[in-house]
């Protein structure tokens, strides 16, 4: 726990970004009948029955520091995936960072070893070498500002029946522009 603590007491610097990372699935669920339009005093009515339209897997990621985040969304949860946003971060999203200070909790599929998984040693041990990871403690992924976020869209934007992977990827872009904008107008409020 001190770790991460010791983590989010760092400064700011453009060098070493300080990045939390989580991931959670979303079962995708289509209605089978037209939901009951809600009426004046009343709620509206969903039929208890769905269509199972199978699961993606959103990762999350947010820099605190500097009040950045994004998700992304994919198709499965296993090593190549998890590897294959890692190199988006290190290549795409912080290509000039020395060293990207990562966040995570401990998931079996959050190591460097699923970087050697999804590419050849060299760029495995590239992409690992532009890594400093930080675990939380078991039971403490509390500790991940990324678990709060996550917390934060599931109850924005996932909080309903979802019907197929369009649809999620279009709430998730429109939460995080909502998001994004609510937070600058905090910092910039005239």
């Known amino acids: 726990m001190e770790d991460v603590l010791d983590v989010y007491t760092r400064p700011y610097d ?3 970004p300080q990045v939390c990372m989580d991931e959670v699935s979303k079962q995708l669920v289509a209605d089978t009948r037209e939901p009951m339009a809600a009426e004046p005093g009343e709620v509206a009515r969903f039929d208890y029955e769905y269509a199972r339209n199978g ?11 500097a009040g950045k985040r994004w998700v992304i969304d994919a198709e499965r949860r296993t090593m190549i995936d998890w590897a294959e946003v890692i190199q988006d971060l290190v290549d795409v999203r912080y290509p000039q960072a020395e060293k990207i200070v990562l966040v995570l909790d401990n998931l079996n599929t959050h190591t460097p070893a699923s ?10 041990k590239r992409l690992a070498d532009k890594l400093e990871i930080h675990y939380t403690p078991k ?10 976020e996550l917390s934060i869209v599931s109850r ?8 197929n992977t369009s649809s999620l990827q279009s709430e998730l872009a429109a939460w995080q522009k909502r998001r994004g904008a609510a937070e600058a107008e905090l910092e910039h409020p005239f």
Do not use: D, K
């Open 14 to 16: 453009p060098r070493f």
């Open 55 to 65: 699961v993606r897997n959103i990762f999350l990621f947010c820099e605190p520091l």
């Open 115 to 124: 970087l050697y998984q999804a590419f050849a040693p060299a760029e495995a």
């Open 139 to 148: 039971h403490g992924s509390w500790l991940n500002i990324a678990e709060i």
């Open 156 to 163: 924005q934007c996932l909080n309903r029946r979802i019907p």
